[in-house]
T-cell receptor, first 113, second 115 residues
Framework: AQKVTQAQTEISVVEKEDVTLDCVYETRDTTYYLFWYKQPPSGELVFLIRRNSFDEQNEISGRYSWNFQKSTSSFNFTITASQVVDSAVYFCALLRSTNKLIFGTGTLLAVQP | DTEVTQTPKHLVMGMTNKKSLKCEQHMGHRAMYWYKQKAKKPPELMFVYSYEKLSINESVPSRFSPECPNSSLLNLHLHALQPEDSALYLC??????????????FGPGTRLTVL
């Protein structure tokens, strides 16, 4: 089965707090890619990061960081010092060779001022 | 700025109307996608075009008819829709070729309301 689970439906934090969004995936493929997308209220899905199944190196981009652990099939996303502009729905997704993206159910992040 | 554009941004139509959604990308991508997204749900894949040919149809009802006139344009023709078809329709594009696992870039979407 191919599946992406985002157990956190909604998270609310106060500005400047750190927050981690969890993502757990299931796949039998040996080669696959994982993605995070951000969807603000405007609706557009914004690509944040791509990680392939052979690269477990963590990545940091400004206030964003990603922790990929194949042993636990997890690809978690941390926002450091959150800001109101980070408020959005965040989707984790799994891409297989068929070009079909499998999305998780999304996590709504609300950052309060 | 997004490089995938969609028109119109909003569309209200009756069940007997015929309308079209349009998508254009300027990134030289050769794969284009239509997704449907209901409120508080993830996007659901509808169609995939690769090199202007339909490669995936996720058992979408025939009242939705995709068209890819060229490598930059993607249309979705709508006819005899139902109120439950009201949703955000997202277009995306990606590279294809040797690197198969390419990120998809999304447009801003068209919010469709069927009365």
């Amino acid at each position: 089965a191919q599946k992406v689970t985002q157990a956190q439906t909604e998270i609310s934090v106060v500005e400047k707090e750190d927050v981690t969004l969890d993502c757990v995936y299931e796949t039998r493929d040996t080669t696959y890619y994982l993605f995070w997308y951000k969807q603000p209220p405007s609706g557009e899905l914004v690509f944040l990061i791509r990680r392939n199944s052979f690269d477990e190196q963590n990545e940091i981009s400004g206030r964003y960081s990603w922790n990929f652990q194949k042993s636990t099939s997890s690809f978690n996303f941390t926002i450091t010092a959150s800001q109101v502009v980070d408020s959005a729905v965040y989707f984790c997704a799994l891409l297989r060779s068929t070009n079909k993206l499998i999305f998780g159910t999304g996590t709504l992040l609300a950052v309060q001022p | 700025d997004t490089e995938v554009t969609q028109t119109p941004k909003h569309l209200v139509m009756g069940m007997t109307n015929k309308k079209s959604l349009k998508c254009e990308q300027h990134m030289g991508h050769r794969a284009m996608y239509w997704y449907k997204q209901k409120a508080k749900k993830p996007p659901e894949l509808m169609f995939v075009y690769s090199y202007e040919k339909l490669s995936i149809n996720e058992s979408v009802p025939s009242r939705f008819s995709p068209e890819c006139p060229n490598s930059s344009l993607l249309n979705l023709h709508l006819h005899a829709l139902q109120p439950e078809d009201s949703a955000l329709y997202l277009c995306a594009s990606s590279q294809v070729g040797r690197v198969r696992y390419n990120e998809q870039f999304f447009g801003p979407g068209t919010r469709l309301t069927v009365l």
